[in-house]
């Protein structure tokens, strides 16, 4: 069921929970980077705080996406009668069957997936990060004062730290500058990893009370984050050395990596080349697969863009996300068949 209008969607989720029975196993899926993630541990901190005990979070592998047969299986295994999905985009079809299943994310919908409850606040003005519109949901459940502080870091990671929204004000105000983007940075670094190991940021999310404790080595996980931090700044350092190849509007850069860097490159490059749609291709991320990120300075949607310069079927991996922010993944092949569409 698909919900319309801001606060009704947040009186759908409100009495989706209110439905959950306390004996019930519900696992929580949701985006790994730092909206993701923040989401993800507000809704676990809402269930447990409301004694909804055995909730279980469920992690995509490299490579893997919501739609995965093998993270479908794994979820199987904890035999869920409650599935939230949190910040991972959606396609008309089935998530996992046969599950009571809630749906909240903020992406531009490829399609209604048929779940009990379907909730999308992109198109909002003003937009609402799937971190805020999970905590809208959930602050009705949880002491005031207590969960603010990651449904800012979730809305600054998506819009900047300069974002003007009231959770994100306050956090300023409470925390400084400085902390939230280093709590931000943090995170995505554990996502952005070779390692991809999500599990670590969402485990310091559900144990700590404010981004300084983040920042400040309170948990041990946190020198974890920043060697992967150094991982990530280096890796991006190696693929920010090839040059651009330059074709009409568009600029690609192709290089080869194990970690989520591509979409950081799109970005560095679409703000030194402003005046071009920038296409990172990433070779080496997982198996034999391009993955690749598109940005731009340009106003345009770069949805409609890419799929207007390669109209052959690319299937399901194959711009998604936001018309500011997309990508998708390929085969070689069919990455070497948009290549010639775009005369690189």
């Known amino acids: 069921m698909a919900v319309t209008g801001y606060r009704a969607e947040i009186d759908a989720g409100q009495r989706f929970l209110e439905g959950i029975e306390p004996d019930e196993n519900i696992v929580l899926l949701f985006h790994g980077d730092a909206d993701g993630c923040c989401a993800g541990a507000i809704m676990y901190r809402t269930l447990m705080y409301s004694g909804r005990e055995l909730v279980f979070p469920a992690f995509t592998e490299k490579g893997e996406n919501v739609y995965s047969e093998s993270l479908a299986k794994r979820i199987m295994v904890r035999e869920p009668s409650r599935l939230i999905v949190l910040d991972t985009g959606s396609r008309p079809r089935p998530m996992i069957p046969n599950i009571s299943t809630m749906v909240i994310d903020h992406h531009q919908p490829a399609g209604i997936p048929p779940v009990d409850v379907f909730l999308n606040s992109h198109g909002v003005e003003p937009p609402a990060p799937t971190a805020l519109f999970t905590y809208d949901i959930c602050r009705q459940f949880v002491p005031v004062g207590g969960l603010e502080w990651l449904a800012a870091i979730g809305t600054a990671a998506d819009l900047g730290p300069d974002a003007d929204f009231e959770v994100v004000r306050d956090a300023r105000e409470r925390y400084g500058m400085k902390a939230i983007r280093e709590t931000i940075s943090l995170i995505n670094s554990a996502y952005r990893t070779c390692e991809h190991d999500v599990?670590?940021?969402?485990?310091?999310?559900?144990?700590?009370?404010?981004?300084?404790?983040?920042?400040?080595?309170?948990?041990?996980?946190?020198?974890?984050?920043?060697?992967?931090?150094?991982?990530?700044?280096?890796?991006?350092?190696?693929?920010?050395?090839?040059?651009?190849?330059?074709?009409?509007?568009?600029?690609?850069?192709?290089?080869?990596?194990?970690?989520?860097?591509?979409?950081?490159?799109?970005?560095?490059?679409?703000?030194?080349?402003?005046?071009?749609?920038?296409?990172?291709?990433?070779?080496?991320?997982?198996?034999?697969?391009?993955?690749?990120?598109?940005?731009?300075?340009?106003?345009?949607?770069?949805?409609?863009?890419?799929?207007?310069?390669?109209?052959?079927?690319?299937?399901?991996?194959?711009?998604?996300?936001?018309?500011?922010?997309?990508?998708?993944?390929?085969?070689?092949?069919?990455?070497?068949?948009?290549?010639?569409?775009?005369?690189?």
Not at 204 to 210: D, F, P
């Open 199 to 344: 599990p670590t940021a969402f485990q310091i999310l559900i144990h700590a009370s404010s981004p300084i404790e983040i920042v400040e080595d309170v948990f041990p996980e946190t020198a974890l984050l920043r060697r992967y931090r150094q991982e990530v700044n280096s890796e991006l350092k190696k693929a920010l050395r090839v040059r651009p190849k330059l074709s009409g509007q568009w600029a690609l850069i192709e290089f080869s990596s194990p970690a989520l860097v591509h979409p950081l490159v799109a970005i560095i490059w679409s703000r030194r080349l402003p005046n071009n749609i920038v296409i990172a291709a990433n070779h080496g991320y997982v198996g034999a697969k391009v993955h690749f990120s598109v940005r731009s300075q340009l106003d345009l949607d770069l949805i409609d863009e890419l799929k207007k310069a390669y109209t052959a079927a690319a299937g399901a991996e194959f711009a998604h996300g936001h018309p500011r922010a997309t990508g998708g993944m390929l085969s070689g092949k069919e990455f070497e068949a948009l290549k010639n569409a775009l005369g690189s």
